[in-house]
């Protein structure tokens, strides 16, 4: 007996919001990593293998030049009913585990627990084609410090 192919779902679908080329403003907060301050970067989407994951490259950049790098992997996990985040970047560290979300209205939340603490990742589609991204960090999961935001649009 042959088993067939798994094929996107409306869970899959919903992720066509990062489909395309996306620029953005950034507001860095102060922290470990940098002192803060303006960026701007440019986010491109697109579906891979038959459409059951979105892979995203991202480039920040920071006084007209690429200050960072990273690289996402989103899918559905239909065995937990969330969604799944993997997230690559410049620093060089691989996820020790993805981070796991869910749609709330136009809200896609991502939350993750790592050796450092815990993250929140807040994608809102207020709009279509425009998107606002938070990320916050708590090293108890009390207290909240923002240590991203952004706001971008499709070109």
């Not at 293998?49 to 960072?68: I, M, N, P, S, T």
């Amino acid at each position: 007996m042959q088993h067939e192919m798994p094929k996107p779902s409306e869970h899959h679908r919903k992720l066509a919001a990062f489909e395309g080329t996306f620029r953005g403003e950034e507001k860095l907060h102060p922290s470990p990593w940098g002192p803060g301050g303006a960026a701007s970067a440019r986010v491109t989407g697109r579906f891979e293998v038959d459409g059951l994951f979105l892979v995203q490259d991202y480039v920040e950049e920071k006084d007209g030049r690429a200050a960072f790098r990273g690289h996402s992997v989103f899918g559905w996990d239909d065995r937990q009913k969330t969604y799944a985040w993997y997230w690559f970047d410049s620093m060089g560290e691989p996820p020790v585990r993805p981070s796991r979300g869910k749609w709330e209205g136009d809200t896609l939340l991502f939350h993750q627990e790592h050796p450092m603490g815990q993250s929140r990742y807040t994608y809102r589609f207020p709009g279509e084609g425009r998107y606002t991204f938070k990320i916050e960090n708590s090293r108890d999961g009390k207290e909240w410090s923002t240590f991203m935001e952004g706001s971008y649009q499709r070109v």
